[in-house]
């Protein structure tokens, strides 16, 4: 038996916020047939073409109310053939050294080689690294010649519900670590992504004597840089509900994802018209599957932590004004002297490039390189392994 996807997460979210953009288009059709002086022609009419810009209300009207059903059609048919897809995700063949509680390493190259630690986000799995066998980051440094050892945060369970930052840093990212550290025989390089970065930042600084390099890819640290308003707003959003989500033990995936769709609310119901128009078993159907499958296999976040993010990081920007602890220390960059790549996408629409920029700057002697692509594309594109997969095996090559 198939089981079918229940993706996008939140649908309802994402069919509301297309059918409302487009409806209020044919709703605004008067205004722009008026002179209204705040009138904005939106991109769902203006993209209707400008050889309607002469025709009459009516057929105009009748035109926009096309392109609405027209799109609401391509949107409906791309999330039917998304969740029916056949394509499933192997359960994945990299050996388990080490675990805790719901937290694993996998090890993606156990013939040997110099172990990496590879810190993913909380918030999402860390198999993004590792999506298919021709869009595996790890296997690509594998092949190179390193050991990937990737930490699987996993679902948080009654303990984990508990933990604050300081219990996943100080704690048990300090002791899986040391399991690297153990295999490796000495200090290892750890590369972070997103907010695995800010983890690694922070875990370089408890242990220096552990970790050989860092490397940052798209890890935020100036939360207000070009959205102070934005940051401050979600946080102020969220400080009503928290108790009810410390009453839940976590934030819930769902939330985490509307808050991302937040950022681009018509990102998603765009992806999945493009994708009604694939054939279903061509390679790029089967990549976007793949993609969207990982999306939606979201981890909750533990209440504590998810507090500590989102006013301590969205809200006060702790960690660029140097007021970020953990264990009771503050995390400073600005006092680690050991090498750092700094991968920041200039794409990047979760990240914002300035953001990763502001710790690079913060980091003595840091390396940066700006890839043309974005979050998610610096690990899973076709152009991936030659603007950042390469550039990073040679980085580490050259480490001390």
């Known amino acids: 038996m198939t089981v079918r996807r229940l993706g996008p997460r939140p649908l309802g979210l994402h069919l509301a916020a297309a059918t409302t953009a487009w409806m209020n288009s044919l709703a605004a059709l008067p205004l722009s047939r008026s002179g209204w002086p705040g009138w904005r022609p939106e991109a769902p009419l203006a993209a209707l073409g400008p050889e309607l810009a002469d025709a009459a209300a009516e057929p105009l009207q009748e035109a926009v109310a096309r392109e609405i059903r027209r799109r609401l059609d391509l949107l409906l048919t791309g999330i039917e053939r998304y969740r029916g897809h056949p394509y499933r995700r192997p359960p ?14 996998h090890d993606y190259r156990p013939a040997g080689g110099l172990p990496l630690l590879v810190v993913p986000s909380l918030v999402n799995r ?55 550290v153990e295999m490796a025989g000495g200090p290892v390089p750890v590369i972070g992504y997103c907010m695995g970065g ?6 370089a600084q408890r242990r220096p004597d552990r970790v050989r390099g860092l490397v940052l890819m798209a890890t935020p640290w100036d939360f207000h840089a070009g959205q102070a308003a934005r940051a401050r707003a979600l946080a102020a959003a969220f400080l009503p509900a928290l108790p009810t989500i410390a009453a839940w033990g976590e934030l819930p995936v769902d939330v985490i994802q509307a808050i991302f769709a937040g950022l681009d609310p018509l990102q998603v119901p765009q992806k999945f018209m493009r994708f009604a128009g ?37 809200g006060r920007n702790d960690p660029a004004r140097g007021m970020w602890q953990l264990a009771g220390e503050p995390v400073r960059p600005e006092r680690l002297s050991l090498p750092s790549l700094h991968l920041i996408p200039d794409r990047d629409r979760i990240v914002p490039p300035d953001s990763a920029r502001a710790l690079a700057t913060a980091m003595p002697g840091a390396d940066i390189m700006e890839p043309p692509l974005g979050h998610i594309g610096m690990v899973v594109s076709g152009r991936a392994d030659r603007a950042v997969w390469r550039p990073l095996v040679e980085w580490l090559g050259r480490l001390p």
């Open 92 to 105: 994945t063949d990299a050996p388990v050294v080490w675990n805790e509680d719901a937290t694993r390493i």
């Open 126 to 180: 860390g198999y993004v690294l590792d999506l298919t066998p021709g869009r595996s980051l790890l296997r690509f440094l594998a092949d190179a010649g390193f050991r990937p050892l990737l930490v699987e945060w996993g679902d948080p369970g009654p303990r984990e519900r508990q933990f604050t930052l300081s219990d996943y840093v100080a704690g048990r990212l300090e002791r899986a670590l040391a399991r690297a």
């Open 198 to 203: 800010l983890f690694a930042v922070a875990l």
């Open 278 to 314: 694939m054939a279903e078993g061509s390679a790029g159907a089967e990549a976007f599957v793949a993609l969207e499958d990982w999306l939606n296999d979201g981890v909750a976040l533990a209440a504590p932590v998810a507090a500590e993010c989102l006013v301590g990081w969205y």
